[in-house]
């Protein structure tokens, strides 16, 4: 007769569970706190030219947000675990305080109670675990923030059927749905809040990152999406000896629960393990950077949540690329596509860093949609040309040890450049930028003097030999563009006389302007800091004799400092 193992450890309860709109305020309590803290120290403060005193406590006030945030996350599960794990992969954009504390996101979600597994799992499939598997394991062997894992055996007559016999049963978080919904929600209120900051609204759109976090997140909790996902990511890798990828049992899956092929092996981060079965962690880490190379760059269909947790180390036979062993992928709810447009110029963004090409990298970024149209790109041209010129190449362990005052400088140097760009973020380029951070820390824990630039350097000559194939074609493209420009050139011309004859004639210096308008808030500035220092200080002289008078007069002194704050704003073109 079919059994059921028992646990006698009982798990946690639901972090789903509870009232949902105390869920919903929850968040918008902690974003709204949040949002406060971080315009009254990086914005408010630098204006009234405290900058030094933000300056100095950024790492601790950083460090209390993630430690925050890692609690509200753990607490509540459902989505809020997928935003700590986006935040703890940006180690581009993201200070050590805040990716540090997060990393534990990845794997530290409270499993839910088993009964409440077994009920949910028996009303998908229509009959008891018992007619349904010839046995399950009641300790989960993963929990995730959407749902868990479970081992299990499948009957005789289904093993012979499908050619599986021990299989993992995934099954949803009960209530996740409605978690998901309220989260979204929160998240979208959160998104509007943001959007109404110049500073981040001429840079993203957020409302719509928000959409696509939310369709991701539907996806990610329909399972039969993901076995699709898992299929389609086998038949992209049927050919090549490094990857494995679980199969399917069709007949035990539905919308919320899903059954695969158990193939649990060595977690890829577990290095003594590696060790142990003979396989040099050093050997794995460029094979993983290939391999995710080929799903972003070649084939358009990727695994954006490569965390060390969905990638298993498998020994095998050597095949033909005289391998001992694989990678195997688990976990495909979190997919991205890169449409060929987008692909295309990713290639050419991936050979402009390889051949250290500052103004050809700039010029990728625009292809694959990353800056709008109206950037002035002149700035950002020598930023690249100079990062690569000092930092090109180092690995993550010999940026280190870089002197951080050549970090400032650069920063300082180059720091309004970056932020004057107005860039937004293209479909699925933020599950792109995720993959491509989890994939470099994997890489960066296998072997710590790991280079990227090693990896990417023959990915990136193969794909420009590839390039040259299609260079007649281009040649030819070209060619017609040019005589089409010859055609159009006498009329333009035409129209450009006409209008210097009428006077019509303007020409516009954007960086010119940005600096006038900076000089004079300054002027502004400056003088109304002057009336309040001397209306301040004279108050306070005044006080001793006439309390009244000179308590009045430090009162009043809250004009000009106001005034100063606030001076210039409608003059400004990026204003908050």
Request: proline letters at 6%; hydrophobic letters at 50%.
């Amino acid at each position: 007769m079919a059994s059921v193992r028992r646990n006698r450890a009982d798990p946690v309860d639901d972090p789903g569970a509870g009232n949902i709109r105390a869920r919903y305020r929850r968040i918008l309590r902690f974003a709204a706190w949040n949002l406060a803290v971080t315009w009254w120290f990086e914005l408010l403060l630098p204006r009234i030219g405290l900058g030094l005193v933000a300056e100095r406590t950024r790492p601790a006030r950083m460090q209390r947000f993630a430690r925050r945030f890692h609690v509200l996350a753990v607490d509540l599960g459902g989505l809020m675990i997928k935003v700590g794990q986006f935040l703890s992969s940006r180690l581009d954009v993201l200070p050590p305080e805040i990716t540090t504390e997060l990393a534990g996101l990845q794997d530290e979600v409270p499993p839910v109670p088993f009964p409440a597994i077994r009920a949910l799992a028996e009303k998908e499939l229509g009959v008891p675990l018992e007619r349904a598997f010839a046995w399950v394991e009641e300790t989960t062997i993963a929990a995730a923030s959407l749902g868990q894992a479970h081992r299990a055996r499948l009957l005789p007559a289904d093993a012979a059927e499908t050619g599986l016999k021990d299989v993992v049963i995934k099954v949803q978080r009960p209530g996740i749905d409605a978690i998901v919904d309220v989260d979204l929600a929160a998240l979208r209120k959160v998104g509007g809040w943001l959007s109404r900051f110049r500073v981040v609204s001429s840079r993203a759109d957020v409302p719509a990152l928000v959409m696509e976090f939310a369709q991701t997140s539907f996806e990610e909790i329909d399972y039969l999406h993901e076995a699709a996902n898992s299929e389609r990511f086998g038949v992209d890798f049927a050919d090549d000896d490094r990857v494995a990828v679980p199969r399917v049992a069709w007949e035990r899956c539905t919308r919320r629960v899903l059954t695969l092929e158990d193939v649990t092996a060595i977690k890829i981060t577990d290095v003594a393990a590696l060790k142990a079965a003979g396989i040099d962690p050093v050997q794995v880490a460029p094979v993983f950077a290939s391999v995710m190379f080929d799903q972003l760059f070649t084939n358009g269909f990727f695994h954006a949540d490569p965390h060390p947790g969905n990638i298993f180390v498998t020994p095998a036979p050597a095949g033909a690329g005289g391998l001992p062993w694989k990678l195997t992928f688990i976990d495909f709810g979190m997919m991205g596509e890169v449409p060929a447009s987008t692909r295309s110029g990713l290639r050419k963004l991936l050979i402009a860093a390889a051949s250290r090409d500052g103004k050809g990298l700039v010029a990728a970024i625009g292809d694959v949609g990353v800056l709008m149209p109206s950037a002035d790109v002149a700035g950002l041209e020598r930023a690249m040309t100079q990062l690569f010129g000092r930092f090109g190449g180092m690995g993550f362990a010999e940026l280190r040890e870089v002197d951080p005052r050549e970090f400032r400088d650069f920063a300082v140097e180059f720091g309004d450049v970056v932020r004057s760009l107005p860039f937004q973020l293209p479909e699925n380029f933020l599950l792109i930028i995720r993959a491509m951070s989890l994939t470099s820390g994997v890489c960066s824990s296998l072997d710590p003097r790991f280079n990227l630039w090693d990896s990417v350097e023959p990915y990136a000559a193969q794909l420009l030999r590839d390039e040259r194939g299609n260079l007649l074609q281009d040649a030819a493209q070209q060619a017609l563009e040019a005589a089409g420009l010859a055609l159009r050139l006498p009329g333009r011309l035409d129209a450009l006389i006409a209008r210097i004859e009428e006077g019509n004639l303007t020409a516009a210096n954007p960086r010119l302007e940005r600096r006038a308008a900076r000089l004079d808030r300054t002027v502004r500035r400056a003088a109304s800091a002057l009336v309040f220092g001397a209306v301040l200080i004279a108050g306070a002289v005044v006080r001793a004799d006439d309390p009244a008078l000179g308590s009045a007069l430090m009162l009043a002194s809250a004009l000009p400092l106001l005034h100063g704050m606030w001076v210039g704003r409608r003059g400004r073109n990026p204003r908050l």
